[in-house]
Each structure stands twice: as C-alpha cells, then as structure tokens.
C-alpha cells in the first residue's frame, strides 16, 4: 500500500492515476473534495517504477512511485 497525501485544492474532487514508464494508466481512483490523504493498493502491480498523478479541475502533480 502508498499513501498519497494533498496540501493544495483541497475543495476540489481530483483523480488519482497510477501509471507505467509506457504511458499506460493501471490504476484510476476518485478522490472527494477535502481528503487529505488517499491509501493506494498496490498488490495487483508488478515490481518496478510508476508515476502517481494527481488531477484536479485547476491542475495537477506527478511523483514516482518505485513498487518493490
């Protein structure tokens, strides 16, 4: 499991995505205006290095996420 955490449009709803170095969105999560913290599960991907976006209606942010 990952905890994906938001400072910022918070009063926003936003997705989160889990995608693969090809480009290829894995996962898809709604997030509800005001939560601060999101609990991704991870058991269904493979080791390897990810990104997790973040998207909001006003923007967005992306980190890597290594899956050992």
Known sequence: RSTISRTSNLNESGVVKVIDI???????????????????????IPSGAYFVTLVTPTGSGTQKLVVK
């Open 22 to 44: 090809t480009g290829k969105e894995l996962m898809r999560m709604d997030v509800a205006p005001y939560v601060l913290t999101t609990e991704i599960n991870l058991s269904g």
